[in-house]
Protein backbone atom coordinates (compact mmCIF):
# COMPACT_ATOMS: atom_id res chain seq x y z
CA UNK A 1 0.00 0.00 0.00
CA UNK A 2 1.05 3.43 -0.71
CA UNK A 3 2.34 5.46 2.06
CA UNK A 4 2.58 8.97 0.26
CA UNK A 5 -0.28 11.23 0.97
CA UNK A 6 -3.69 11.61 -1.16
CA UNK A 7 -4.78 14.82 0.14
CA UNK A 8 -2.86 17.68 1.33
CA UNK A 9 -4.39 20.58 2.81
CA UNK A 10 -1.98 22.94 4.11
CA UNK A 11 -3.16 26.28 5.91
CA UNK A 12 -6.44 26.48 4.92
CA UNK A 13 -8.64 28.98 6.55
CA UNK A 14 -12.48 29.98 5.48
CA UNK A 15 -14.62 32.38 7.09
CA UNK A 16 -18.49 33.84 6.10
CA UNK A 17 -18.01 37.43 6.89
CA UNK A 18 -16.93 37.97 10.89
CA UNK A 19 -17.53 33.78 11.26
CA UNK A 20 -14.25 31.96 11.08
CA UNK A 21 -15.43 28.26 9.92
CA UNK A 22 -12.41 26.84 9.82
CA UNK A 23 -9.11 28.45 10.99
CA UNK A 24 -5.39 27.72 9.59
CA UNK A 25 -5.69 23.84 8.99
CA UNK A 26 -2.89 21.43 8.05
CA UNK A 27 -2.99 18.05 7.89
CA UNK A 28 -2.06 15.18 5.24
CA UNK A 29 -4.05 12.42 4.47
CA UNK A 30 -2.66 8.58 3.15
CA UNK A 31 -4.62 5.48 1.75
CA UNK A 32 -6.77 4.13 4.74
CA UNK A 33 -9.88 5.20 6.83
CA UNK A 34 -9.20 8.39 8.62
CA UNK A 35 -11.76 9.87 10.72
CA UNK A 36 -12.45 13.81 11.04
CA UNK A 37 -14.34 14.15 14.48
CA UNK A 38 -15.67 17.07 15.86
CA UNK A 39 -18.98 18.20 17.43
CA UNK A 40 -21.81 19.63 15.33
CA UNK A 41 -20.89 23.02 14.19
CA UNK A 42 -16.90 22.31 14.91
CA UNK A 43 -16.46 22.85 10.79
CA UNK A 44 -16.23 18.98 9.93
CA UNK A 45 -18.66 19.94 6.66
CA UNK A 46 -17.26 22.99 5.51
CA UNK A 47 -13.66 21.44 5.62
CA UNK A 48 -15.05 18.51 3.91
CA UNK A 49 -16.42 20.93 0.66
CA UNK A 50 -13.33 22.82 0.61
CA UNK A 51 -11.34 19.46 0.00
CA UNK A 52 -13.98 18.18 -2.15
CA UNK A 53 -13.65 21.31 -4.57
CA UNK A 54 -17.36 22.26 -3.78
CA UNK A 55 -16.58 25.42 -1.65
CA UNK A 56 -13.61 27.91 -1.99
CA UNK A 57 -10.94 28.48 0.55
CA UNK A 58 -10.32 32.09 2.42
CA UNK A 59 -6.51 31.28 2.14
CA UNK A 60 -4.02 27.92 2.05
CA UNK A 61 -4.46 25.46 -0.47
CA UNK A 62 -5.89 21.71 -0.66
CA UNK A 63 -4.40 19.14 -3.33
CA UNK A 64 -5.20 16.17 -4.35
CA UNK A 65 -3.04 13.21 -5.87
CA UNK A 66 -1.11 16.40 -6.61
CA UNK A 67 -3.84 18.26 -8.44
CA UNK A 68 -6.03 21.37 -7.02
CA UNK A 69 -9.23 20.91 -6.26
CA UNK A 70 -11.32 23.39 -6.95
CA UNK A 71 -12.66 23.62 -10.54
CA UNK A 72 -10.87 20.21 -11.53
CA UNK A 73 -14.11 18.65 -13.14
CA UNK A 74 -11.41 15.48 -14.37
CA UNK A 75 -10.38 15.10 -10.88
CA UNK A 76 -14.14 14.59 -9.78
CA UNK A 77 -14.06 11.68 -11.48
CA UNK A 78 -11.63 9.94 -8.78
CA UNK A 79 -13.72 10.69 -5.97
CA UNK A 80 -17.24 9.87 -4.49
CA UNK A 81 -18.72 12.12 -2.26
CA UNK A 82 -21.32 11.51 -0.14
CA UNK A 83 -22.70 14.42 1.89
CA UNK A 84 -24.76 14.94 5.00
CA UNK A 85 -28.26 16.08 3.40
CA UNK A 86 -30.02 13.16 2.71
CA UNK A 87 -31.97 14.80 0.07
CA UNK A 88 -32.20 12.92 -3.35
CA UNK A 89 -34.45 13.08 -6.53
CA UNK A 90 -37.63 11.73 -5.25
CA UNK A 91 -39.93 10.63 -8.28
CA UNK A 92 -36.81 8.55 -9.47
CA UNK A 93 -35.98 4.94 -8.33
CA UNK A 94 -33.15 3.56 -6.62
CA UNK A 95 -32.11 2.01 -9.86
CA UNK A 96 -32.44 4.57 -12.03
CA UNK A 97 -30.58 7.06 -9.29
CA UNK A 98 -27.70 5.03 -9.26
CA UNK A 99 -27.37 4.77 -13.08
CA UNK A 100 -27.99 8.12 -13.75
CA UNK A 101 -24.63 8.96 -11.25
CA UNK A 102 -22.97 6.48 -13.52
CA UNK A 103 -23.76 7.92 -16.47
CA UNK A 104 -22.66 11.70 -15.20
CA UNK A 105 -19.19 10.18 -14.20
CA UNK A 106 -18.88 8.46 -17.43
CA UNK A 107 -19.09 5.06 -16.21
CA UNK A 108 -18.14 3.13 -19.63
CA UNK A 109 -21.13 0.15 -18.33
CA UNK A 110 -23.37 2.09 -16.76
CA UNK A 111 -26.05 -1.05 -16.35
CA UNK A 112 -23.70 -3.40 -14.64
CA UNK A 113 -21.51 -0.83 -12.24
CA UNK A 114 -25.11 0.03 -11.28
CA UNK A 115 -26.13 -3.54 -10.03
CA UNK A 116 -22.72 -4.31 -8.56
CA UNK A 117 -22.73 -1.20 -6.38
CA UNK A 118 -26.70 -1.81 -5.55
CA UNK A 119 -25.60 -5.31 -4.52
CA UNK A 120 -22.53 -4.17 -2.29
CA UNK A 121 -25.16 -1.98 -0.06
CA UNK A 122 -27.22 -5.28 -0.03
CA UNK A 123 -30.29 -3.10 -1.45
CA UNK A 124 -30.93 -4.92 -4.60
CA UNK A 125 -34.72 -6.26 -3.07
CA UNK A 126 -35.56 -2.61 -3.08
CA UNK A 127 -34.34 -1.43 -6.28
CA UNK A 128 -37.10 -0.65 -8.30
CA UNK A 129 -38.91 1.58 -5.41
CA UNK A 130 -39.20 5.10 -5.54
CA UNK A 131 -36.86 6.83 -3.13
CA UNK A 132 -39.22 8.99 -1.75
CA UNK A 133 -40.73 5.67 0.08
CA UNK A 134 -37.14 4.77 1.41
CA UNK A 135 -36.51 4.66 4.97
CA UNK A 136 -33.44 6.80 5.96
CA UNK A 137 -31.41 4.52 6.00
CA UNK A 138 -32.41 2.99 3.02
CA UNK A 139 -31.68 6.04 1.38
CA UNK A 140 -28.54 6.33 2.94
CA UNK A 141 -27.26 2.79 1.65
CA UNK A 142 -28.44 3.71 -2.05
CA UNK A 143 -26.58 7.05 -1.85
CA UNK A 144 -23.61 4.94 -0.81
CA UNK A 145 -24.16 2.84 -4.02
CA UNK A 146 -24.15 6.19 -6.10
CA UNK A 147 -20.97 7.18 -4.48
CA UNK A 148 -18.99 3.72 -5.43
CA UNK A 149 -20.86 2.85 -8.43
CA UNK A 150 -17.89 4.77 -10.42
CA UNK A 151 -15.26 2.92 -7.81
CA UNK A 152 -13.75 6.12 -7.52
CA UNK A 153 -9.80 6.26 -5.28
CA UNK A 154 -11.02 8.53 -2.76
CA UNK A 155 -14.12 8.09 -0.80
CA UNK A 156 -15.49 11.52 1.05
CA UNK A 157 -18.47 10.35 3.61
CA UNK A 158 -20.27 13.52 5.46
CA UNK A 159 -21.87 11.67 8.54
CA UNK A 160 -22.75 9.03 6.55
CA UNK A 161 -23.82 6.84 9.21
CA UNK A 162 -26.96 8.95 10.12
CA UNK A 163 -30.02 7.25 10.59
CA UNK A 164 -28.62 3.85 10.32
CA UNK A 165 -29.48 0.94 12.62
CA UNK A 166 -27.17 -1.89 14.23
CA UNK A 167 -27.13 -4.44 11.58
CA UNK A 168 -26.92 -1.68 8.43
CA UNK A 169 -23.45 0.06 10.48
CA UNK A 170 -21.74 -3.13 10.58
CA UNK A 171 -22.34 -3.80 6.97
CA UNK A 172 -21.41 -0.77 6.65
CA UNK A 173 -18.25 -0.78 8.48
CA UNK A 174 -17.60 -3.98 6.76
CA UNK A 175 -17.87 -2.71 3.40
CA UNK A 176 -15.52 0.42 4.04
CA UNK A 177 -12.70 -1.53 5.54
CA UNK A 178 -12.94 -3.77 2.68
CA UNK A 179 -12.73 -0.30 0.58
CA UNK A 180 -9.90 0.93 2.97
CA UNK A 181 -8.23 -2.46 2.30
CA UNK A 182 -7.95 -2.24 -1.90
CA UNK A 183 -5.73 0.57 -1.28
CA UNK A 184 -8.81 3.44 -1.13
CA UNK A 185 -8.60 6.25 0.87
CA UNK A 186 -11.95 6.80 2.71
CA UNK A 187 -12.07 9.73 4.76
CA UNK A 188 -15.86 10.02 6.99
CA UNK A 189 -16.52 12.76 9.38
CA UNK A 190 -18.84 11.72 12.27
CA UNK A 191 -19.53 13.53 15.79
CA UNK A 192 -19.80 10.35 17.54
CA UNK A 193 -16.33 9.44 19.32
CA UNK A 194 -17.53 5.43 18.95
CA UNK A 195 -18.44 5.76 15.67
CA UNK A 196 -14.85 6.77 14.70
CA UNK A 197 -13.19 4.44 17.06
CA UNK A 198 -14.60 1.46 15.77
CA UNK A 199 -13.60 2.77 11.87
CA UNK A 200 -10.82 4.46 11.84
CA UNK A 201 -6.54 3.97 11.56
CA UNK A 202 -6.40 7.58 12.20
CA UNK A 203 -8.25 10.79 13.64
CA UNK A 204 -8.44 14.26 13.06
CA UNK A 205 -10.20 16.30 15.91
CA UNK A 206 -11.71 19.77 14.96
CA UNK A 207 -13.22 22.11 17.18
CA UNK A 208 -14.12 25.50 16.68
CA UNK A 209 -12.96 24.97 12.94
CA UNK A 210 -9.63 24.30 14.49
CA UNK A 211 -7.75 20.97 14.51
CA UNK A 212 -7.45 19.97 18.23
CA UNK A 213 -5.50 17.12 17.79
CA UNK A 214 -4.13 14.22 14.88
CA UNK A 215 -3.33 10.51 14.48
CA UNK A 216 -3.78 7.37 16.01
CA UNK A 217 -6.87 6.62 17.84
CA UNK A 218 -4.96 5.22 20.95
CA UNK A 219 -2.99 7.99 21.53
CA UNK A 220 -5.91 10.20 21.74
CA UNK A 221 -7.18 8.05 24.02
CA UNK A 222 -4.24 8.23 26.33
CA UNK A 223 -4.93 11.31 26.27
CA UNK A 224 -8.25 11.32 27.02
CA UNK A 225 -6.96 8.86 30.08
CA UNK A 226 -5.49 12.15 32.12
CA UNK A 227 -8.82 14.04 32.12
CA UNK A 228 -10.90 15.03 34.90
CA UNK A 229 -14.51 13.44 34.94
CA UNK A 230 -17.21 14.86 37.00
CA UNK A 231 -19.96 12.84 38.42
CA UNK A 232 -22.87 14.01 39.87
CA UNK A 233 -23.97 11.78 43.08
CA UNK A 234 -27.22 11.79 44.60
CA UNK A 235 -27.90 10.25 47.79
CA UNK A 236 -30.23 10.07 51.18
CA UNK A 237 -26.93 11.85 53.09
CA UNK A 238 -24.71 13.61 51.04
CA UNK A 239 -22.39 14.97 53.51
CA UNK A 240 -21.82 11.45 55.05
CA UNK A 241 -21.22 10.20 51.46
CA UNK A 242 -18.63 13.22 50.82
CA UNK A 243 -16.86 12.51 53.39
CA UNK A 244 -16.43 8.98 52.64
CA UNK A 245 -15.48 9.68 48.47
CA UNK A 246 -12.87 11.92 50.07
CA UNK A 247 -10.83 8.85 51.88
CA UNK A 248 -10.35 7.45 48.20
CA UNK A 249 -7.37 7.80 46.18
CA UNK A 250 -9.26 8.18 42.95
CA UNK A 251 -11.22 11.64 44.16
CA UNK A 252 -9.45 14.45 43.91
CA UNK A 253 -12.19 16.58 45.07
CA UNK A 254 -16.01 16.66 46.03
CA UNK A 255 -18.51 19.67 45.56
CA UNK A 256 -22.06 19.73 47.55
CA UNK A 257 -24.61 21.15 45.00
CA UNK A 258 -27.04 21.72 47.82
CA UNK A 259 -30.35 19.74 48.80
CA UNK A 260 -29.02 15.58 48.35
CA UNK A 261 -26.84 15.79 45.52
CA UNK A 262 -22.89 16.52 45.02
CA UNK A 263 -20.32 16.17 42.24
CA UNK A 264 -17.65 14.28 42.75
CA UNK A 265 -14.38 14.93 40.06
CA UNK A 266 -11.87 12.16 39.27
CA UNK A 267 -9.16 11.47 36.57
CA UNK A 268 -9.72 7.45 37.78
CA UNK A 269 -13.07 7.39 36.56
CA UNK A 270 -13.29 3.29 36.40
CA UNK A 271 -11.98 3.16 39.59
CA UNK A 272 -14.61 4.97 40.84
CA UNK A 273 -17.37 3.21 39.72
CA UNK A 274 -15.85 0.14 41.47
CA UNK A 275 -15.80 1.99 44.61
CA UNK A 276 -18.65 4.06 45.05
CA UNK A 277 -21.25 0.96 45.37
CA UNK A 278 -18.89 -0.17 48.26
CA UNK A 279 -18.59 2.56 50.28
CA UNK A 280 -22.12 3.64 49.98
CA UNK A 281 -22.85 -0.30 51.09
CA UNK A 282 -20.76 -0.22 53.95
CA UNK A 283 -21.53 3.17 54.98
CA UNK A 284 -25.14 2.28 54.88
CA UNK A 285 -25.88 4.93 52.05
CA UNK A 286 -28.59 5.03 49.80
CA UNK A 287 -27.32 5.69 46.21
CA UNK A 288 -30.14 7.46 44.16
CA UNK A 289 -28.83 8.46 41.10
CA UNK A 290 -24.94 8.55 39.39
CA UNK A 291 -24.60 10.45 36.48
CA UNK A 292 -21.93 11.49 34.49
CA UNK A 293 -21.46 15.43 33.76
CA UNK A 294 -19.01 15.93 30.81
CA UNK A 295 -19.28 12.74 29.24
CA UNK A 296 -20.76 14.53 26.08
CA UNK A 297 -18.08 14.61 23.06
CA UNK A 298 -18.20 18.43 23.66
CA UNK A 299 -16.68 18.32 26.51
CA UNK A 300 -13.78 15.75 25.65
CA UNK A 301 -12.92 18.42 22.60
CA UNK A 302 -13.10 21.06 24.80
CA UNK A 303 -10.41 18.99 27.36
CA UNK A 304 -8.27 18.64 24.61
CA UNK A 305 -8.62 22.35 23.47
CA UNK A 306 -7.17 23.28 25.97
CA UNK A 307 -4.38 21.10 27.02
CA UNK B 1 -25.17 15.78 -21.65
CA UNK B 2 -27.58 13.64 -22.59
CA UNK B 3 -28.09 12.67 -18.91
CA UNK B 4 -28.04 16.02 -17.72
CA UNK B 5 -30.62 16.97 -20.26
CA UNK B 6 -32.70 13.87 -18.70
CA UNK B 7 -32.13 14.93 -15.49
CA UNK B 8 -32.95 18.52 -16.04
CA UNK B 9 -36.52 17.42 -18.00
CA UNK B 10 -37.34 15.08 -15.38
CA UNK B 11 -36.92 18.03 -12.69
CA UNK B 12 -38.56 20.49 -14.41
CA UNK B 13 -41.60 18.71 -15.94
CA UNK B 14 -44.04 18.44 -12.65
CA UNK B 15 -47.69 18.40 -12.64
CA UNK B 16 -48.17 21.56 -11.06
CA UNK B 17 -45.55 23.60 -13.36
CA UNK B 18 -46.75 21.97 -16.41
CA UNK B 19 -50.78 23.34 -15.76
CA UNK B 20 -49.20 26.70 -14.89
CA UNK B 21 -47.67 27.04 -18.06
CA UNK B 22 -50.84 25.58 -20.02
CA UNK B 23 -52.59 28.73 -18.21
CA UNK B 24 -50.52 30.30 -19.40
CA UNK B 25 -50.20 29.72 -22.61
CA UNK B 26 -54.06 29.96 -22.90
CA UNK B 27 -54.44 33.65 -21.64
CA UNK B 28 -53.04 35.38 -25.02
CA UNK B 29 -55.18 32.98 -27.12
CA UNK B 30 -58.23 33.93 -25.28
CA UNK B 31 -57.26 37.29 -25.40
CA UNK B 32 -56.60 37.18 -29.36
CA UNK B 33 -59.88 35.97 -30.07
CA UNK B 34 -61.44 38.80 -28.06
CA UNK B 35 -59.33 41.39 -29.93
CA UNK B 36 -60.34 39.50 -33.36
CA UNK B 37 -64.33 39.76 -32.58
CA UNK B 38 -64.49 42.92 -31.25
CA UNK B 39 -64.90 44.99 -34.60
CA UNK B 40 -63.60 48.38 -33.25
CA UNK B 41 -59.89 47.46 -32.66
CA UNK B 42 -59.30 44.11 -35.23
CA UNK B 43 -56.24 46.50 -37.09
CA UNK B 44 -53.09 44.64 -37.00
CA UNK B 45 -51.55 47.63 -35.46
CA UNK B 46 -53.95 47.28 -31.92
CA UNK B 47 -52.95 43.17 -32.46
CA UNK B 48 -49.52 43.48 -32.54
CA UNK B 49 -49.39 46.37 -29.59
CA UNK B 50 -51.41 44.62 -27.45
CA UNK B 51 -50.94 40.52 -28.07
CA UNK B 52 -47.98 39.69 -29.59
CA UNK B 53 -45.64 42.83 -27.65
CA UNK B 54 -47.03 43.25 -24.84
CA UNK B 55 -48.75 40.21 -23.47
CA UNK B 56 -47.10 37.47 -25.36
CA UNK B 57 -43.29 38.57 -25.74
CA UNK B 58 -43.49 41.37 -23.52
CA UNK B 59 -45.45 39.24 -20.64
CA UNK B 60 -46.46 35.34 -20.71
CA UNK B 61 -43.62 34.59 -22.38
CA UNK B 62 -41.25 35.71 -20.33
CA UNK B 63 -43.50 34.38 -17.47
CA UNK B 64 -43.64 30.72 -18.63
CA UNK B 65 -39.59 30.66 -19.57
CA UNK B 66 -39.31 32.25 -15.81
CA UNK B 67 -41.47 29.54 -13.82
CA UNK B 68 -39.40 27.13 -15.50
CA UNK B 69 -35.67 28.21 -15.91
CA UNK B 70 -35.27 30.14 -12.50
CA UNK B 71 -35.95 27.16 -10.97
CA UNK B 72 -33.63 24.71 -13.47
CA UNK B 73 -30.51 25.23 -10.80
CA UNK B 74 -32.70 27.19 -8.12
CA UNK B 75 -34.46 23.64 -7.17
CA UNK B 76 -31.06 22.23 -6.96
CA UNK B 77 -29.33 24.64 -4.76
CA UNK B 78 -32.14 25.15 -2.74
CA UNK B 79 -32.92 20.82 -2.08
CA UNK B 80 -28.83 20.25 -2.05
CA UNK B 81 -28.53 18.04 -5.09
CA UNK B 82 -26.29 20.65 -7.12
CA UNK B 83 -23.53 18.89 -5.74
CA UNK B 84 -24.43 15.28 -7.68
CA UNK B 85 -24.28 17.23 -10.82
CA UNK B 86 -20.96 19.50 -9.88
CA UNK B 87 -19.04 16.49 -8.46
CA UNK B 88 -18.79 14.40 -12.05
CA UNK B 89 -15.84 15.19 -14.63
CA UNK B 90 -18.02 17.18 -16.56
CA UNK B 91 -16.71 20.25 -18.14
CA UNK B 92 -19.19 22.84 -16.79
CA UNK B 93 -20.45 23.88 -20.11
CA UNK B 94 -22.02 20.28 -20.46
CA UNK B 95 -23.85 20.57 -17.41
CA UNK B 96 -24.89 24.62 -18.48
CA UNK B 97 -26.36 23.77 -21.68
CA UNK B 98 -28.23 20.94 -21.51
CA UNK B 99 -30.24 22.78 -18.69
CA UNK B 100 -30.77 25.48 -20.78
CA UNK B 101 -31.59 22.95 -23.20
CA UNK B 102 -34.05 21.05 -20.76
CA UNK B 103 -35.73 24.87 -20.26
CA UNK B 104 -36.02 25.39 -23.54
CA UNK B 105 -37.74 22.01 -24.37
CA UNK B 106 -39.88 22.18 -21.62
CA UNK B 107 -41.31 25.63 -22.45
CA UNK B 108 -41.03 25.63 -26.37
CA UNK B 109 -44.70 23.70 -26.69
CA UNK B 110 -45.90 26.11 -24.55
CA UNK B 111 -44.28 29.27 -25.93
CA UNK B 112 -44.15 28.30 -29.82
CA UNK B 113 -47.84 26.29 -29.56
CA UNK B 114 -49.57 29.60 -28.03
CA UNK B 115 -47.36 32.03 -30.35
CA UNK B 116 -48.71 29.83 -33.49
CA UNK B 117 -52.20 29.60 -32.39
CA UNK B 118 -52.71 33.71 -31.53
CA UNK B 119 -50.56 34.40 -35.41
CA UNK B 120 -53.35 31.80 -36.67
CA UNK B 121 -56.54 33.74 -35.17
CA UNK B 122 -54.95 36.94 -35.65
CA UNK B 123 -53.53 37.16 -39.02
CA UNK B 124 -55.95 34.27 -40.47
CA UNK B 125 -53.57 31.69 -41.48
CA UNK B 126 -51.44 33.75 -43.22
CA UNK B 127 -48.34 31.42 -43.48
CA UNK B 128 -45.40 34.92 -43.62
CA UNK B 129 -46.61 36.32 -40.61
CA UNK B 130 -47.12 33.16 -38.86
CA UNK B 131 -43.24 32.38 -39.54
CA UNK B 132 -42.41 35.57 -38.69
CA UNK B 133 -44.08 35.26 -34.74
CA UNK B 134 -42.84 31.48 -34.15
CA UNK B 135 -39.61 33.10 -35.16
CA UNK B 136 -39.46 35.70 -33.27
CA UNK B 137 -41.15 33.35 -30.08
CA UNK B 138 -37.76 31.12 -30.74
CA UNK B 139 -35.70 33.87 -30.44
CA UNK B 140 -37.40 35.52 -27.49
CA UNK B 141 -37.70 32.01 -26.22
CA UNK B 142 -33.83 31.05 -26.19
CA UNK B 143 -32.85 34.88 -25.00
CA UNK B 144 -35.08 34.48 -21.84
CA UNK B 145 -34.38 30.65 -21.35
CA UNK B 146 -30.44 31.57 -20.93
CA UNK B 147 -31.15 35.21 -19.08
CA UNK B 148 -33.57 33.47 -16.47
CA UNK B 149 -31.16 30.28 -15.96
CA UNK B 150 -28.04 32.72 -15.55
CA UNK B 151 -30.36 34.47 -12.74
CA UNK B 152 -31.54 31.29 -11.06
CA UNK B 153 -27.69 30.76 -10.50
CA UNK B 154 -26.43 34.30 -9.91
CA UNK B 155 -29.30 34.92 -6.78
CA UNK B 156 -31.39 32.92 -4.60
CA UNK B 157 -34.61 35.32 -5.47
CA UNK B 158 -34.43 34.63 -9.12
CA UNK B 159 -38.03 34.21 -9.21
CA UNK B 160 -38.95 37.85 -7.43
CA UNK B 161 -36.38 39.36 -9.35
CA UNK B 162 -37.03 37.91 -12.68
CA UNK B 163 -40.98 39.10 -11.83
CA UNK B 164 -39.80 42.34 -11.38
CA UNK B 165 -37.74 42.59 -14.17
CA UNK B 166 -40.56 41.30 -16.69
CA UNK B 167 -43.05 44.07 -15.05
CA UNK B 168 -41.10 46.89 -14.70
CA UNK B 169 -38.17 46.79 -17.87
CA UNK B 170 -40.35 45.05 -20.49
CA UNK B 171 -43.53 45.85 -19.25
CA UNK B 172 -43.42 49.15 -18.43
CA UNK B 173 -40.41 51.54 -19.18
CA UNK B 174 -39.28 49.85 -21.90
CA UNK B 175 -42.67 50.88 -23.54
CA UNK B 176 -42.33 54.25 -22.60
CA UNK B 177 -38.53 54.98 -23.04
CA UNK B 178 -37.63 54.56 -26.58
CA UNK B 179 -33.85 54.02 -25.95
CA UNK B 180 -34.48 51.30 -23.30
CA UNK B 181 -35.81 49.28 -26.83
CA UNK B 182 -32.33 48.59 -27.30
CA UNK B 183 -32.11 46.81 -24.06
CA UNK B 184 -35.34 44.63 -24.43
CA UNK B 185 -35.81 41.60 -25.28
CA UNK B 186 -40.01 42.40 -26.23
CA UNK B 187 -38.74 44.79 -28.92
CA UNK B 188 -36.02 42.61 -30.64
CA UNK B 189 -38.81 40.08 -30.83
CA UNK B 190 -40.75 42.76 -32.35
CA UNK B 191 -38.26 42.85 -34.68
CA UNK B 192 -37.85 39.91 -35.99
CA UNK B 193 -41.09 39.94 -36.63
CA UNK B 194 -40.87 43.27 -38.68
CA UNK B 195 -38.02 41.87 -40.31
CA UNK B 196 -39.36 39.07 -41.72
CA UNK B 197 -43.01 40.21 -42.64
CA UNK B 198 -42.17 43.73 -43.19
CA UNK B 199 -45.79 43.92 -44.96
CA UNK B 200 -47.72 42.79 -42.17
CA UNK B 201 -45.77 44.65 -39.50
CA UNK B 202 -45.73 47.54 -40.75
CA UNK B 203 -43.91 50.07 -37.75
CA UNK B 204 -40.75 50.89 -37.62
CA UNK B 205 -38.52 48.55 -36.29
CA UNK B 206 -35.82 50.01 -34.06
CA UNK B 207 -33.62 47.31 -35.26
CA UNK B 208 -33.09 45.54 -38.58
CA UNK B 209 -33.88 41.40 -38.88
CA UNK B 210 -29.79 40.77 -39.03
CA UNK B 211 -28.93 42.90 -35.87
CA UNK B 212 -31.71 41.84 -34.17
CA UNK B 213 -31.15 38.44 -34.03
CA UNK B 214 -27.34 38.58 -33.77
CA UNK B 215 -27.54 40.98 -30.62
CA UNK B 216 -30.17 37.78 -29.18
CA UNK B 217 -27.66 35.16 -30.55
CA UNK B 218 -24.47 36.87 -29.02
CA UNK B 219 -26.26 37.99 -25.32
CA UNK B 220 -27.89 34.11 -25.18
CA UNK B 221 -23.78 33.31 -25.82
CA UNK B 222 -22.75 35.42 -23.48
CA UNK B 223 -25.45 34.83 -20.66
CA UNK B 224 -24.11 30.48 -21.07
CA UNK B 225 -20.78 31.72 -20.69
CA UNK B 226 -21.70 34.02 -17.39
CA UNK B 227 -23.78 30.91 -16.46
CA UNK B 228 -20.65 28.78 -16.45
CA UNK B 229 -18.37 31.13 -14.95
CA UNK B 230 -20.83 31.05 -12.41
CA UNK B 231 -20.91 27.40 -11.94
CA UNK B 232 -17.28 26.94 -11.69
CA UNK B 233 -17.25 29.43 -9.29
CA UNK B 234 -19.93 29.60 -6.37
CA UNK B 235 -20.03 27.41 -3.73
CA UNK B 236 -22.03 24.71 -3.80
CA UNK B 237 -24.53 23.75 -0.81
Known amino acids: MSTSPVIRVDGVSRWFGNVVAVSDVSFEIRPGITGILGPNGAGKTTLLRMMTGLAEVSSGTIRMFGEPVRRNPPLYGRIGVMSEHETVYGRMTGR ?41 GMRQRMRLAATLVHEPEVLVLDEPLNGADPRQRYHFQKLLRRLAADGRTVLLSSHILEEVEQL ?74 VELPRIASSAGLRLLRVEPLDDSLESVFGYLVER | MVTVLRLTLRQLATRSRLLVLAVLALLPMGFAMMIVWDTSATTVADFET ?69 SLIGFNRDPTAMLAVTVAAVAVLVLYACLFTWLGLAIRQA ?39 PRRFAEDPHVSLGTALLVMGVTSALLVWRSTARLSAMDVP
Open chain 1, 96 to 136: TFVRTMARLRGVPDSGAATERAIELVDLLDAADLRMDTYSR
Open chain 1, 200 to 273: ADTVLLVINGKLAASGGFRAIRAALDHRPYHVRILSDDVRRLAGELMRLDCVEAVRLEGGDALVAQSTRVRELQ
Open chain 2, 50 to 118: ILLSGMLSGTIAPLMVLSVAAVAFGNEIEDRTLANLVLTPLPRWKIVVPKVAGVIAAAAPFVLGSALLV
Open chain 2, 159 to 197: MGVGLLYIVLWEGLFSGYVSGIRYLSVRYYGLAVMHGID
